[in-house]
Structures are given as C-alpha cells and as structure tokens.
C-alpha cells in the first residue's frame, strides 16, 4: 500500500518481556518519527530519524527504549524490559523532507499492552 | 518549548449544527500549526496548517481554522457537522523557520455529533 505500515497492530506482552515494533514508511521518505500515545492523550514524540541518523532521541523515557533504522528505510522500535507503564499506542509517521513545514503520515499505530 | 492547550476534551454537537474547537499554544520561538483528526482504530490525519500568510486556512472535510497571534490561538471551526465527523481531533504545533520537525501535541478534543 501507499501509506505508513506499522505491525504488529496488537501487542500483549508480560511485565518483563522485550517486545520490538516496526514501522514501513512511505517509499522515499527521509524522514520518521515514533510517538507514544497514552490512553486519553495526545501522542507524545519519541524519536526522530532522518534517513539512517537517528537525530532527536530526546523523548524516549528511559534507557529500556531504542530505535533503529539501519537502511534508512524500515525502523523498529524495542522495549527492553516491558513495564505497565508503557503500555500504550505507539505511532509511526514518515514525512518527505527535513522540514518542520512537511505534512507527516501516520501510520495506524501498534497497540501494546503489558500485563 | 512548546505546549499546545486543548480547552474542552470532549465537545458533543447536534448534525448541522456549527462547532468551534479551541487551542491556545505557548512558543518561545515562531511555529507552524496543524490540526489533525483520529477516526476510531485509525491513524492521524492532516484537516489542515498555517504556516504562514493568510490567517485563515481552509481544510479538507469543510474544517478551517483561524490563526490569532496576539491571543495564541488557532480554533478549528465548522459551520456545519455531519456525524461522520465524529472524531478525536489533535491540535500540534512544529518549530518553524529550520526548527525540530517532531510535532507537539494538545491532549486531544473527542466530538461527537448527535442526530
């Protein structure tokens, strides 16, 4: 398809457990960004790539989250060590350029819930 | 930083009736504006931006919304609502001008149209 793919869509994964979330972008596009949306919440940023640089990992809330996006293209998102607190929506966007004027796409997003 | 400040979290309008749905933002530096919409199980939207020029922007789905320096504000309006806007509707904001591209959120504004 034409849009952001994020999979899995649903996620249940026990206290402790390392789970890893991916995301397909656009074709073409530079940039991507990871955010967590907590129930009843507006979506918070996580992490920002352009191409293969990861730029901006200003948000991500502990030591426990990582990304990559080797090629450039396909990123993935893994949490060590799950807790209940990041159980959450995590949504991926894709955008064309590096700038803050570019429309994002979002993806549907990934359900995750810890228990 | 930024901060975007959604005053009503949840706005319930008859169909055909009109709606506003506010946000106020605080920026130490110039932004760019965006409205986005979330239908159930679905990814974010773009309904429309201001980024610079004319005050008021018109969106997809008849939305358009008005840029207020002075008061910090960018409302988005509808002079007429259909159910199938029943929605979350996110206001963000983006630093402007070569600013970080990640986008800051409000908590969100859930309208619901009632026949």
């Known amino acids: 398809g034409a849009g952001v793919s994020q999979s899995p869509r649903y996620k249940v994964a026990k206290r402790g457990q390392d789970v890893a979330l991916r995301c397909d972008p656009i074709?073409?596009?530079?940039?991507l960004f990871w955010y967590q949306q907590a129930l009843g919440q507006g979506p918070e940023f996580l992490t920002y790539?352009?191409?293969?640089?990861?730029?901006?990992k200003s948000g991500l809330p502990s030591d426990r989250f990582f990304a990559e996006r080797p090629e450039g293209s396909v990123s993935t998102l893994k949490i060590q060590r799950t807790q209940q607190e990041d159980s959450a929506v995590y949504l991926c966007a894709s955008s064309s350029s590096g700038r803050s004027n570019t429309e994002a796409f979002f993806g549907q997003g990934t359900r995750l819930t810890v228990v | 930083a930024q901060s975007v400040t959604q005053l009503d979290s949840q706005v319930p309008v008859f169909e055909e009736a009109p709606v506003e749905l506010r946000c106020n933002y605080s920026?130490?530096?110039?932004?760019?504006l965006f409205w986005y919409v979330q239908y159930p199980n679905q990814g974010l939207q773009l309904l429309l931006k201001?980024?610079?020029?004319?005050?008021l922007v018109k969106g997809i789905n008849g939305f358009e919304a008005e840029f207020n320096k002075s008061q910090t504000s960018f409302h988005l309006r509808k002079p007429s609502v259909h159910i199938s806007d029943t929605a979350e509707y996110f206001c963000?904001?983006?630093?402007?001008?070569?600013?970080?591209?990640?986008?800051?959120f409000g908590k969100g504004t859930k309208l619901t149209v009632n026949p």
């Open positions: 920026s130490s530096v110039s932004v760019y």
């Open positions: 963000a904001v983006s630093e402007a001008q070569g600013g970080s591209e990640k986008l800051v």
């Open positions: 074709s073409g596009h530079v940039s």
């Open positions: 790539f352009q191409n293969e640089a990861q730029l901006d």
């Open positions: 201001y980024l610079s020029g004319s005050t």
